[in-house]
């Protein structure tokens, strides 16, 4: 197998799409958000491209059975009264520095292929604490950008995410605009312990209103609701694990 095998799996005809990419990071924010909107329309996708490559983990995956070999996978997706899509999913990202930049290059192509112009990476940023309120955090390729983003509720911090932003989201910004895309990440924040739905739907609120879909977000709902029953069962255990560890006092009496 090559670095890189990409197979054309359908053609189909896009209007201006936008590419938005959802590979798994932190609190898998991105992934989930473009999971759901394959879900909800599901009806208008079309499965294009899938894009193999050395650079994923070598493994397949099983359902029911049968074994299917790791890959990214990118969708057309019509949608009524709005800009097309370009869904980009996958499992995996790559294993090393080289392998991300192979892969984001070789989506970008894909992205020219069908005409687009315009890129919205998803993702989370860790605050390594539990919260309530999930702001969206967002950086772009190029500063006109800003207005448009912020009159939506996206919010721009000094040196937020510290450390910047890595892997194909990070890449989508810096060769996307290398190569003319106006690019954008939209990171959701999240503690980053577990799978996180509710920043995912606060990402996908706002990317309603750039590109003008609507979404309904009531299996997204049920999934936030389970994580949080799981959420709450950790803090139940480490309260647990808090009472049970032995007083200064309680020490004297052992041995």
């Given at each position: 197998?090559?670095?890189?095998?990409?197979?054309?799996?359908?053609?189909v005809d896009v209007?201006d799409?936008v590419?938005?990419?959802g590979?798994p990071?932190?609190?898998?924010?991105?992934?989930?958000?473009?999971?759901?909107?394959?879900e909800?329309?599901?009806?208008?996708?079309?499965?294009?491209?899938?894009?193999y490559?050395?650079?994923?983990?070598?493994?397949?995956?099983i359902?029911?059975g049968v074994?299917?070999l790791?890959?990214?996978?990118?969708?057309a997706?019509?949608?009524?009264?709005?800009?097309?899509?370009?869904?980009?999913?996958?499992d995996?990202?790559?294993?090393?520095?080289?392998?991300?930049?192979?892969?984001t290059?070789?989506f970008l192509?894909i992205?020219e292929?069908f005409?687009?112009t315009?890129?919205?990476a998803?993702?989370?940023?860790?605050?390594?604490?539990?919260?309530?309120?999930?702001?969206?955090i967002?950086?772009?390729?190029?500063?006109?950008?800003?207005?448009?983003?912020e009159?939506?509720?996206?919010?721009?911090?000094d040196?937020e995410?510290?450390?910047?932003?890595?892997?194909?989201?990070?890449?989508m910004?810096?060769?996307?605009?290398r190569?003319?895309?106006?690019?954008?990440?939209l990171?959701?924040?999240?503690?980053g312990?577990?799978v996180?739905?509710?920043s995912?739907?606060a990402?996908?609120?706002?990317?309603?209103?750039?590109?003008r879909?609507?979404?309904?977000?009531?299996?997204l709902d049920?999934?936030?609701?389970?994580m949080?029953?799981?959420?709450g069962?950790?803090?139940?255990?480490?309260?647990?694990?808090?009472m049970?560890?032995?007083?200064?006092d309680?020490?004297?009496?052992?041995?």
């Open positions: 197998m090559d670095e890189l095998e990409i197979d054309a799996v359908a053609e209007d799409p590419l938005v990419e590979l990071g932190v609190g898998h924010v991105g992934s989930l958000a473009v999971e759901h909107v394959l909800e329309l599901e009806a208008e996708s079309t499965l294009v491209r899938r894009v490559s050395t650079e994923f983990p070598p493994q397949v995956s359902e029911d074994s299917s790791t890959c990214a996978e990118l969708y997706v019509t949608v009524p009264d709005g800009r097309d899509l370009l869904l980009l999913t996958g995996h990202q790559a294993q090393t520095n080289e392998g991300h930049y192979v892969l290059d070789a192509d992205a292929e005409g687009a315009e890129v919205y998803l993702g989370g940023v860790p605050t390594g604490e539990l919260i309530d309120e999930y702001d969206v967002g950086a772009v390729s190029d500063d006109s950008l800003l207005e448009g983003l009159d939506v509720g996206v919010e721009f911090r040196d995410p510290a450390g910047g932003i890595v892997g194909v989201s990070g890449l910004l810096g060769l996307g605009e190569r003319g895309f106006e690019a954008a990440c990171m959701g924040e999240t503690s312990y577990l996180d739905p509710k995912a739907r990402v996908l609120e706002v990317l309603e209103e750039i590109l879909f609507e979404l309904d977000y009531e299996s049920e999934r936030a609701d389970e949080e029953e799981v959420m069962k950790i803090q139940e255990m480490e309260q647990q694990q808090q049970d560890v032995p007083t200064d309680d020490l004297r009496y052992i041995g």
